[in-house]
């Protein structure tokens, strides 16, 4: 009987702790000014997650927003288009690369770049990235360049 109650406790136990498979909430800080002197950024610009995590977009500080850059999402990937001044949270929905950019700054090339498990559009991500308008290009073509 004690072994029985033993192995129901070690199994609830089980049941309730967490799972290293667990979603993630990612966070990345719309800014005027980055950790590395330059203007009008995201920080971090590039992160790989996994599929099911989340990304929450902070207005730390303030007149930015963030919002999917058309073209570059994956085939059934969804979009998001937050406010400006305010925060908001991104659930992707299929694996691959999801751009996306600051609308008021997007020119000063305040633009990221979010890989969901394998980059499985990566060329397509790329040519989008060639599309944008001034330093965007240049460093979003970096971005899309860290992606495996």
């Known amino acids: 009987m004690k072994l029985a109650i033993s ?12 799972s ?20 009008m950024v995201f920080e971090p610009a590039f992160i790989a997650i996994k599929p099911g995590d989340t990304v929450k977009f902070l207005a730390t500080n303030k007149g930015h927003n963030a ?12 979009s998001f288009k937050g406010k400006i001044n305010e ?6 929905t299929a694996p691959g690369l999801y751009g996306y950019k600051c609308l008021p700054h997007v020119g ?6 979010i890989q969901v498990g394998p980059a499985t559009n990566k ?8 599309r944008l308008p001034g330093l965007s290009k ?5 971005l899309v360049a860290k992606a495996r």
């Open 7 to 18: 192995a129901a406790l070690a199994l609830a136990a089980f049941a309730v702790a967490p």
């Open 20 to 39: 290293s498979a667990e979603a993630r909430e990612w966070q990345v800080k719309m800014l005027n000014k980055g950790a590395d002197g330059k203007l």
């Open 67 to 78: 919002e999917s850059i058309a073209g570059m999402a994956p085939a059934r990937g969804n």
């Open 87 to 92: 925060e908001i949270v991104f659930k992707p």
């Open 108 to 113: 000063m090339g305040m633009v990221g770049l």
């Open 123 to 130: 060329a397509q991500a790329g040519a989008a990235a060639a």
């Open 138 to 142: 240049k460093t979003m073509g970096a």
